[in-house]
């Protein structure tokens, strides 16, 4: 797959700023303390959708309406904040959305799609089979399917990147969790553009493993995703145009804990008063993980999103991390 172009983000961010404000950045001194280096956070936890995912359902919503003036309807698999994108970004321009979830999904996450519209299908025992049921359904309706990973996408959340390294200062590298790809392809996306040397470090969950070993075996590789606590990085099947993209511009990719997650999401409360999902504190894990490697320099976080179940949210807290 071929990056984005500065035209294409730029592009993206024009449409973008009729229906959503730039998120904020911010260095806290104790997350800096516990990391031990500068630490800027990108906080896409503070969309209206309380996800990044907004930006990238936007940008191909209104490209489908575009391009496709006959389609009436969207279909999309999620484990939440996809579909939550996807229902808003089509009720805001006037199409149905059909989301489907595999059985078990969270039921907070459920209910915040439907309140976007959609209508909403339990199909699947993981993601991988939600999305293969949803495109099923999407060509028996006449409905375009909204994938988890594309090129508007990557536009879409290469805005927020753009906003990153626009705003905060020059970062030596940068984490960004992994779940089908399109936040860490959109990150490299805004960094060539701007031609910086900033080093991107990919951050998986050690109980869904696929994308790092894809990536250090450099081919596409299928593993259980069994995270209980990450549900937006538990995914089982690689995109293959994600990870090509991968292979060529990111560094490293890492494993963190369940244990290690909740801990992340247990420090982003104690020192910043946020709220981070499972997915969304991963980077800030990866980022205490190595905190060894960091030496004085100045790295970015990218907290991907907050919307965690209050029962979930309890037990980390209280330091129950075990499923």
Known sequence: MTLPTLEQINEAQSILCHYMSPTPQYSWPLINQRVGTEVWIKHENHTSLGAFKLRGALVFVDWITKTQPSVRGVVAATRGNHGQGVGMAARLLGLKAVIVVPHGNSAEKNRAMLAQGVELMERGRDFQESLEFAGALAAERGFAMIDSFHERLVMGTATYALEFFNGA????????????????????????????????????????????????????????????????????????????????????????????????????????????????????????QEKSLHHGGRIGVILTGGNVDAALYQRVLTGEVAQ
């Open 169 to 288: 200062p020059q970062l030596d590298c940068v984490y960004v969790p992994i779940g089908l790809g399109s936040s860490i392809c959109g990150v490299c996306a805004a960094r060539n553009v701007l031609g910086l040397a900033t080093r991107v470090v990919g951050v998986v969950a050690a109980q869904s493993p696929s994308y790092s070993l894809s990536f250090r075996q450099h081919k596409l590789v299928e593993a259980p995703a069994n995270t209980w606590i990450a549900d937006g990085l538990a995914c089982r099947t690689p995109n293959l145009k994600a990870m090509e993209v991968i292979w060529e511009n990111v560094e490293r990719i890492i494993e963190v804990s369940d244990n290690e997650i909740a801990a992340a999401m247990r420090a982003l409360y104690q020192d910043t008063h946020n709220l981070a999902e499972g997915a969304g504190a991963a980077a800030i894990a990866g980022a205490i």
